[in-house]
T-cell receptor, first 117, second 114 residues
Framework: AQSVAQPEDQVNVAEGNPLTVKCTYSVSGNPYLFWYVQYPNRGLQFLLKYITGDNLVKGSYGFEAEFNKSQTSFHLKKPSALVSDSALYFCAVRPLRSTGTASKLTFGTGTRLQVTL | SAVISQKPSRDICQRGTSLTIQCQVDSQVTMMFWYRQQPGQSLTLIATANQGSEATYESGFVIDKFPISRPNLTFSTLTVSNMSPEDSSIYLC???????????FGPGTRLTVL
C-alpha cells in the first residue's frame, strides 16, 4: 500500500526567507508525486508534479520540489516566501505505472504554511 | 488543465436528509473521483466514478450511503444519504485531465449537518 508522510503540521517562515515543506512517501515501484495547495474555503490547486527526469521540478507561483529517490522524499521549496503563500499544502503519490482505480492518489495529512512579515 | 465546477458550493442540512452534489467538467474525462475532507483532515477517497459502469468504492464507504451517478463523460453526482453530523465535511470532485495524468480538483462543497 502507498503512503505519504508530512511530518510537520505547521511551518512558520518570515517573508523573504526560503521555505521548505517536507514530504516522504512509500509506493510500489516508481512514484508519481504531486504537490497541491489549498487556500481557505477553496478547493485544491495543482502546484507541480514529478514523473521522471530531472530531480528538481519547477511549478506554479515560484515553487519547486526536489525528488530524492534514496531518501524517498519530495520536499517542496521556494527561495523567497510571500505572505500570500500562507495556505495548506498537500503532498500526494501514486504508482507511476497504474491505471484505472489503481491510479488513485494517496494524500499526506497536510502542512500549514504561515508566512509572516 | 480541466475546469471543474461543483454545486452547491455549501449547504446546511438537517440530520436524516440527503444532499446531491453535482460536478461538471469542461471537457470529456474518463475517470472522476469523489473525495471527502473532514474538518482539519486530509483528503480521503470515497469512490471512483467511471462512465457506463458502477462506481468503485473505497474501504469504509458504501453505495447505500454515497450513491454516485456518472451519466456521461462530463458530469457526475454524489449523494450523501441519511446524513448525520459526522458527514459534515468538504466534498471534492476530481478528474484526471485530458492528455495528462494530473488530477484536478473542483472548488468543493462545504456540507454542515445539524
Amino acid at each position: 500500500a502507498q503512503s505519504v508522510a508530512q511530518p510537520e503540521d505547521q511551518v512558520n517562515v518570515a517573508e523573504g526567507n526560503p521555505l521548505t515543506v517536507k514530504c516522504t512517501y512509500s509506493v510500489s515501484g516508481n512514484p508519481y508525486l504531486f504537490w497541491y495547495v489549498q487556500y481557505p474555503n477553496r478547493g485544491l490547486q495543482f502546484l507541480l508534479k514529478y514523473i521522471t527526469g530531472d530531480n528538481l521540478v519547477k511549478g506554479s507561483y515560484g515553487f519547486e520540489a526536489e525528488f530524492n529517490k534514496s531518501q524517498t522524499s519530495f520536499h517542496l521549496k521556494k527561495p523567497s516566501a510571500l505572505v500570500s503563500d500562507s495556505a495548506l499544502y498537500f503532498c500526494a503519490v501514486r504508482p507511476l505505472r497504474s491505471t484505472g482505480t489503481a491510479s488513485k492518489l494517496t494524500f499526506g495529512t497536510g502542512t500549514r504554511l504561515q508566512v509572516t512579515l | 488543465s480541466a475546469v471543474i465546477s461543483q454545486k452547491p458550493s455549501r449547504d446546511i442540512c438537517q440530520r436524516g436528509t440527503s444532499l446531491t452534489i453535482q460536478c461538471q467538467v469542461d471537457s470529456q474525462v474518463t475517470m472522476m473521483f469523489w473525495y471527502r475532507q473532514q474538518p482539519g483532515q486530509s483528503l480521503t477517497l470515497i469512490a471512483t466514478a467511471n462512465q457506463g459502469s458502477e462506481a468503485t468504492y473505497e474501504s469504509g464507504f458504501v453505495i447505500d450511503k454515497f450513491p454516485i451517478s456518472r451519466p456521461n463523460l462530463t458530469f457526475s453526482t454524489l449523494t450523501v444519504s441519511n446524513m448525520s453530523p459526522e458527514d459534515s465535511s468538504i466534498y471534492l470532485c476530481s478528474v484526471v485531465g485530458p492528455s495528462t495524468d494530473t488530477q484536478y480538483f473542483g472548488p468543493g462543497t462545504r456540507l454542515t449537518v445539524l
